[in-house]
């Protein structure tokens, strides 16, 4: 079976920005974020090997959760100045390094890839993808889908879904219908949180199987804040749940991983923001590429040309030097 890599690249390039914000060139420019990006495409062929590598980015403006919801997201502060200033950097960088990038308007970077798991299940190739937003747990299946934290190094299935979360991916959008999820601004329901949520869910197995048994409910207080909150809970489970028709194809020839080391591509940006480790690596491994064998073949007569002729492939390079005064 083949593999798909997805990179949930906004959600990635934050983290990376956080984890990374101090840095800056000579030139006193920010430089955390886009070392650390490339840092990570330097990993990719040993840590993130795959058959076919997709950047899922996010459109730009409104969304059509925003359609759905006015607030949607709209507690969200203005992100940093150092960070919009280096993303354009990164964005420029897949595109210079030949990376394959999708994106929809209207929809959002786990919109394209819930839209890329159904196209992959249809041609039988296993998704990874590679993000830290529990949004997109919904989407593990075992044996086709899971989710890669760059962080941990651990490959997330239904089980470890469960251990980390307490509930199993078909149950994250229902755990965020009751839960709410603040940094989305989706409201939940009021007063139970995510123990009260993983409890309900534990027991009636979905949002709807907990509104089909409310009458059911022991706790008082539970089931009054879920029968007031009834169409704020659908509201929020409507908003968790990902799109998965923002995109109906995939180019797998342009999205093939890459056989030769991206950072090629993007000396020049490395050299500008001072990353000169990568640099060097990227000098030794480019020295050992052009390393040439050598052979030398000695030719008497017409037939042992001929045959030399017949073994020299298009990438040989030959040279013929002409002895007239003897064969040593």
């Known amino acids: 079976m ?35 990006f490339a840092n990570f495409i330097a990993s990719l062929k040993d840590e993130y090997q795959s058959d ?37 950097v990164c964005i420029d960088m897949i595109e210079k390094m030949g990376l394959y990038s999708l ?10 890839i819930a839209s890329a798991v ?12 590679v993000t830290h937003d529990k949004d997109l747990y919904q989407l593990i299946e075992d044996g086709k889908v899971s989710i890669y934290s760059p962080q941990s190094k651990i490959d997330h299935d239904s089980a470890s879904c469960f251990e980390k979360y307490g509930v199993y991916p078909a149950q994250v959008r229902d755990f965020l219908a009751i839960a709410g999820d603040s940094s989305d601004n989706i409201p939940g329901v009021k007063g139970i949180g995510a123990v009260g ?9 979905s949002l709807e199987g907990i509104y089909e048994n409310l009458a059911l409910l022991r706790n008082e207080r ?18 968790a749940t990902l799109f998965d028709d923002a995109v109906t194809s995939l180019d797998l020839e342009h999205s093939k991983f890459p056989e030769q080391n991206p950072l090629i591509n993007i000396s020049e940006i490395l050299k500008e923001y001072d990353l000169n480790r990568l640099l060097k690596s990227l ?9 040439l064998g050598f052979r030398a073949n000695l030719l008497l007569d017409e037939a042992s040309i001929e045959k030399l002729l017949s073994s020299v492939t298009p990438e040989t390079i030959v040279a013929f030097d002409t002895e007239t005064t003897g064969i040593d």
């Open 52 to 88: 076919y590598l997709i950047f899922a980015l996010d459109s730009k403006g409104k969304t059509l959760r925003h359609e759905i919801l006015g607030e949607y997201k709209a507690n969200r502060s203005e992100p940093p100045a150092q960070l919009k200033e280096q993303l354009p």
């Open 222 to 239: 539970t089931k009054n804040m879920l029968a007031a909150a009834r169409d704020e809970a659908f509201l929020s489970k409507k908003l």
């Open 118 to 129: 159904k196209i992959c299940k249809d041609k039988d190739i296993f998704v990874r993808i």
């Open 197 to 205: 949520a993983k409890k309900l869910l534990a027991e009636y197995g």
């Open 103 to 112: 994106s929809r308007e209207g929809y959002e970077a786990d919109d394209i």
């Open 283 to 291: 000098q030794k491994e480019e020295n050992a590429e052009f390393k």
């Open 2 to 36: 083949k593999t798909l890599t997805i990179i949930d690249t906004f959600g990635f390039f934050f983290r990376l920005y956080y984890a990374m914000s101090g840095l800056k060139n000579r030139e006193g420019k920010p430089s955390g974020m886009i070392s650390g």
